[in-house]
């Protein structure tokens, strides 16, 4: 299979179609391979325009959804970025094409030891992986210039807004088990934010203190 062709009509007829327009996401989705981020036995339907399960209950998202989430960050390139959800390690390496630095955490460490080894491989050493509750995100780092949140959250952590520089945006998806709303916050000022609601959505919960508990999920 020619995964290249295979990715550049993902980006056409799944991301690009469907209104994504920011060149810098773009250019990051043609040039990440997302079946190295997948079981080989699904290799070939990681350009699919679904999400796909990596192991340990949790799914790597739908290539459009991965490209509305970075594009919501109206990222320029440069920046210090957080990532809640390491998961597959896809996600981060679309944000690593972009930004100067990715700081992500994953609750399961698993799941981290296998994204960094792809990470490695691709080249993409600019990002920092913590394995711990990401729920507190990760404050020896902050602040930062954007929060990407891969999990639903019922109600946003206050440490991210805390971690979150002044002009910097948090996108999370919050709302029920099984379903969310994708939100995009901006901190306006310190102690002061902007909220909006940018499309419905549904992904696997936020695990943590600060999020569900391991009970309820």
């Known amino acids: ?28 989705m043609l040039q990440v391979p997302r079946h190295l ?5 699904l290799a070939g339907q990681a350009y699919g325009d679904y999400p796909l399960p990596i192991g340990h209950r949790q799914t790597i998202s739908q290539p459009y959804m991965v490209a509305v989430m970075t594009e919501a960050l109206q990222l320029k390139g440069g920046e ?6 390491t998961g597959s390690g896809y996600q981060t390496a679309v944000l690593a094409r972009i930004a100067g630095r990715v700081y992500s955490v994953e609750r399961i460490p698993e799941l981290a030891r296998r994204a960094r080894r792809i990470l490695d491989q691709i080249g993409c050493s600019n990002v920092n992986i913590k394995v711990t509750d ?28 805390e971690q979150l520089g002044v002009g ?5 998806p919050v709302g029920s088990l099984g379903s969310q709303v994708l939100m995009r ?3 306006t000022a310190e102690g002061r934010f902007e ?5 419905d959505c549904r992904f696997v919960p936020l695990i943590g203190g600060n999020g569900w508990q391991n009970d309820e999920y």
């Open 37 to 41: 981020f997948v079981e080989d036995a």
């Open 1 to 28: 299979m020619d995964f290249a062709i295979s990715r550049r009509r993902m980006v056409e007829q799944h991301i690009k179609s469907r209104g994504v327009t920011d060149a810098l996401v773009l250019e990051a």
């Open 80 to 85: 210090r970025v957080l990532e809640i959800g």
């Open 134 to 161: 990401g729920t507190f995100g990760w404050e020896e780092q902050m602040p930062f210039d954007a929060i990407l949140v891969t999990a639903g959250a019922p109600s946003i952590p206050r440490g991210y807004l």
């Open 168 to 172: 910097g945006k948090l996108v999370i």
């Open 185 to 187: 916050v901006t901190k």
């Open 195 to 199: 909220e909006e609601r940018l499309l």
